[in-house]
Nanobody, 124 residues
Framework: QVQLVESGGGLVQAGGSLRLSCAAS????????MGWFRQAPGKEREFVAA????????YHANSVKGRFTISRDNAKNTVYLQMNSLKPEDTAVYYC?????????????????WGQGTQVTVSS
């Protein structure tokens, strides 16, 4: 079992930055792929970024590549999403997720554990 709690969301102006954190409980954190997804009102949940067990493999959606960076600290059981150059279209609820797979995946149903989400609002 892995329990996930996100933090760090908020209101920011376009061009600003936020860092989301996701704290995980459970001894198996280091053997789970960690991902970030987001869901805007009226839209489907979409993949944002994922990182492998050791943090060496990281994947980012084209829409955030070059602006967002996912990372993890297994000693702290925490995964991060650094978000720079934020745009109004980044406004969404951001969810942290964990998957027991061995390779980072962009598919939401391949993640077994989800956090409650944290709201990110970017004003123009």
């Amino acid at each position: 079992q892995v329990q996930l709690v996100e933090s760090g969301g908020g209101l920011v102006q376009a061009g600003g930055s936020l860092r989301l954190s996701c704290a995980a409980s459970g001894r198996t954190f280091s053997t789970h792929i960690m991902g970030w997804f987001r869901q805007a009102p009226g839209k489907e949940r979409e993949f944002v970024a994922a990182v492998g067990w050791s943090g060496g493999r990281a994947y980012h959606a084209n829409s955030v590549k070059g602006r967002f960076t996912i990372s993890r600290d297994n000693a702290k059981n925490t995964v991060y999403l650094q978000m720079n150059s934020l745009k109004p279209e980044d406004t969404a609820v951001y969810y942290c997720a964990a998957s027991p797979r061995t390779v980072p995946t962009v598919v939401a149903y391949e993640y077994d554990y989800w956090g409650q989400g944290t709201q990110v609002t970017v004003s123009s």
